[in-house]
């Protein structure tokens, strides 16, 4: 895959360098220092992009084929939303932001990223080892790994001053590396329009762009996720001998090894992926081996698994097991009962911790949980953190102006994505071979498990809920891109029906919101809006299914 040809230096070492000066020249320290650090950053990054894109048939110098513009194109407008974008709220949060918040004014749109950044400039600028970042001093980390990479940036490329927007540059990066694995391997397992969609939702979503553009794990981890993708689909087609949906096309218009390659490099890859979880959060890379042991499962011959997937398996995941129960207790806190006592108890800790805080944090909410069962209470929980961001709440709720372009276009993303999401069990039971089938119900089967556990452990919290959503969102874009490819054969009546369920729903809580903060109509009790909301959708169903019905003669 890594290969440089002349031609990328014409174009990228002048740009890096113009791009290097201008980034020193806003920040602070050394001019010199700093345009050195920020030009070879940037010349690593695009060259990796370049090389990335042209491996996996995309080129930016090769316009031949349809597919390989778009794909250079998704990756070229990836990097450049997420860079600009973190560079643009670093800009005008100080400028714009909260008055007085410690984090804003520093340029910073999450907590987390601050604290993690000031403590890697802590250890960077220290005497101390770059590994004492995995000690509980530097505890704003969890996991130590992410901490570290971001205390070697700072201490070999930034050593005499804090330049934040090195960490931005490689978030940036991360973010939009993982979309040429990830179009390769979705080519070879579903074909190219289930690739193209997967690939420009994994590109243009908001949540992800936005963290993106700033120091944290997710785009690390959505970057290992595809690596892992593309090293477990190709290692799956060589051993197994047998053509996937797309994989009898390319093999015809290309030599195996082209489309494929070698059992070791796609271990390699597959491998990459797994130890870049385990450093930067072991759970993700534990839920991971799940999502392949199941894929595995459902696609073998009366669900047989070859004994050395078991071992692989078996021995990762143990390994995970005691990288995550470790981190978590870093502070000894979470009591004893080994590995999985001590994850059960931060999960049930941390369940207990957010349904206070939506209680504590909402006159409503508490109003809601005073009247209803307590039994309703962590159901409540779940579906008030499945449905956040609210849509209608960013499109009505008084906030200043940065605030409210970034929340309704998390919103926005999200809201449009849900559909696909409900509708994903639907196009896994009609689209493809009885093998598709069984993989994209697995998957989503996972996602959603795994939405409503972040549901349960984000809470109601607007940022800290969709940011674990995230997580496993490169799953959620390969389910929504089979959606779309699904209803663009198929053109189910029942995507657009979903679609005005959801309307509805977005439509009642838009008249509470507008009652709660402009006072405007009046305000139904919240019992009566539930009840409104699921007789519209009994009848939108009802009608759906008497109108399928009567096309079909029954």
């Given at each position: 895959?890594?290969?440089i040809q002349?031609?990328?230096?014409v174009?990228s070492?002048?740009?890096?360098?113009?791009l290097?000066?201008?980034?020193?020249?806003?920040?602070?320290?050394?001019?010199?220092?700093g345009?050195?650090?920020?030009?070879?950053?940037?010349f690593l990054?695009?060259?990796l992009?370049?090389?990335?894109?042209?491996?996996a048939?995309g080129?930016l110098?090769?316009?031949?084929?349809d597919?390989?513009?778009t794909l250079?194109w998704?990756?070229a407008?990836?990097f450049?939303?997420?860079?600009?974008g973190?560079?643009?709220?670093?800009?005008a949060?100080?400028?714009y932001?909260?008055?007085?918040?410690e984090?804003?004014s520093?340029?910073f749109?999450?907590?987390d990223?601050?604290r993690?950044?000031s403590?890697?400039?802590?250890?960077?600028?220290?005497?101390r080892?770059?590994l004492?970042?995995?000690?509980?001093?530097?505890?704003?980390?969890q996991y130590?790994?992410?901490?570290?990479?971001?205390?070697f940036?700072y201490?070999?490329?930034?050593?005499?001053?804090?330049?934040?927007?090195l960490?931005?540059?490689?978030?940036a990066?991360?973010g939009?590396l993982?979309i040429?694995?990830?179009?390769k391997?979705?080519?070879l397992?579903?074909?190219?329009?289930v690739?193209?969609?997967?690939s420009w939702?994994?590109?243009l979503?908001?949540?992800?762009?936005?963290?993106?553009?700033?120091?944290?794990?997710?785009?690390y981890?959505?970057?290992?996720?595809?690596?892992?993708l593309w090293?477990?689909v190709?290692?799956?087609?060589?051993r197994?001998?047998?053509?996937?949906?797309t994989g009898?096309?390319l093999?015809?218009?290309h030599?195996?090894?082209?489309?494929?390659?070698s059992?070791?490099?796609?271990?390699?890859?597959?491998?990459?992926?797994?130890?870049?979880?385990l450093?930067?959060?072991?759970?993700?890379?534990?839920?991971?081996?799940i999502?392949?042991?199941g894929?595995?499962?459902?696609?073998?011959?009366?669900g047989?698994?070859p004994?050395?997937?078991?071992?692989?398996?078996v021995?990762?995941f143990l390994a995970?097991l005691?990288f995550?129960?470790s981190?978590l207790d870093?502070?000894?806190?979470?009591?004893?009962?080994?590995?999985?006592g001590?994850?059960?108890?931060?999960?049930?800790?941390?369940?207990?911790?957010?349904?206070?805080?939506i209680?504590?944090?909402?006159?409503?909410v508490q109003?809601?949980f005073d009247?209803?069962?307590?039994?309703m209470e962590?159901?409540?929980v779940?579906?008030?953190?499945?449905?956040?961001?609210?849509?209608p709440?960013i499109f009505?709720?008084?906030?200043?102006?940065?605030w409210?372009?970034i929340?309704?276009?998390?919103?926005?993303?999200?809201?449009?994505?849900?559909?696909?999401l409900i509708?994903?069990?639907?196009?896994?039971?009609?689209?493809?071979?009885a093998?598709?089938r069984s993989?994209i119900?697995w998957?989503?089967?996972?996602?959603?498990?795994?939405?409503?556990?972040t549901?349960l452990?984000?809470?109601?919290?607007?940022?800290?809920?969709?940011?674990?959503?995230?997580?496993l969102?490169?799953?959620?874009?390969?389910?929504?891109?089979?959606?779309?490819?699904?209803?663009r054969?198929?053109?189910?009546?029942?995507?657009?029906?979903v679609?005005v369920m959801?309307?509805?729903?977005?439509?009642v809580f838009?008249q509470?919101?507008?009652?709660r903060?402009?006072?405007?109509?009046?305000q139904l009790?919240?019992?009566w809006?539930?009840?409104?909301?699921?007789?519209?959708?009994?009848?939108?169903?009802?009608?759906g299914?008497?109108?399928?019905?009567?096309?079909?003669?029954?």
């Open positions: 895959m890594i290969s002349r031609r990328d230096l174009w070492l002048p740009l890096s360098l113009l290097g000066a201008g980034l020193s020249a806003l920040q602070p320290g050394n001019f010199f220092i345009w050195l650090g920020f030009s070879l950053l940037l990054s695009l060259f992009l370049s090389s990335a894109t042209r491996w048939g080129g110098d090769t316009f031949v084929l597919h390989r513009k250079a998704m990756v407008l990836a450049i939303l997420r860079f600009a973190g560079v643009g709220t670093y800009l949060l100080p400028v932001g909260h008055a007085g918040d984090e804003q520093a340029g749109t999450y907590t990223a601050y993690r950044d403590q890697a400039w802590e250890l960077a600028s220290s005497d080892p770059i004492d970042a995995f000690n509980s001093r530097f505890a704003s980390d130590g790994g992410l901490l570290a990479f971001c205390a940036i201490r070999y490329l930034s050593p005499d001053a804090h330049r934040v927007l960490l931005v540059l490689m978030s990066l991360m939009a993982g040429p694995f990830l179009w391997a979705a080519n397992q579903w074909g190219e329009k690739a193209t969609a997967t939702i994994f590109a979503y908001p949540e992800s762009i936005l963290l993106g553009g700033v120091p944290m794990r997710e785009p981890l959505l970057a290992f996720s595809a690596f892992c090293g477990f190709s290692l799956r087609a060589e197994s001998n047998l053509p996937l949906e009898r096309l093999r015809e218009e030599p195996r090894n082209d489309i494929i390659g059992n070791k490099k796609s271990l390699a890859w597959l491998a990459l992926g797994v130890l870049g979880m450093l930067v959060s072991p759970s993700i890379a534990l839920v991971t081996l999502i392949l042991g894929w595995i499962y459902f696609s073998s011959e009366r047989r698994f004994w050395w997937v078991v071992a692989l398996l021995t990762v995970g005691f995550l129960s981190a870093r502070q000894g806190n979470l009591g004893g009962g080994g590995p999985l001590v994850i059960q108890t931060f999960i049930r800790e941390s369940f207990k911790w957010n349904a206070y805080k209680e504590e944090g909402s006159g409503w109003k809601l009247e209803m069962p307590d039994w962590l159901p409540f779940m579906i008030y953190g499945v449905l956040q961001p609210i849509l709440a009505i709720a008084p906030t200043i102006l940065p409210k372009v929340g309704i276009l998390r919103a926005i993303g999200w809201y449009a994505l849900l559909p696909a509708l994903s069990f639907w196009s896994g039971s009609g689209r493809g071979g093998m598709s993989i119900l998957l989503s089967f996972i996602v959603w498990g795994w939405i409503l556990f549901a452990r984000g809470g109601g919290d607007q940022w800290d809920n969709p940011r674990y959503r995230l997580i969102f490169m799953w959620q874009a390969i389910l929504a891109g089979h959606v779309w490819a699904w209803w054969e198929m053109r189910n009546a029942w995507v657009g029906r679609i959801e309307l509805v729903l977005v439509a838009s509470w919101y507008l009652n903060y402009l006072h405007f109509g009046g009790p919240f019992a809006m539930v009840a409104l909301i699921l007789g519209s959708w009994i009848s939108i169903i009802g009608w299914v008497w109108r399928d019905r009567k096309a079909h003669g029954v």
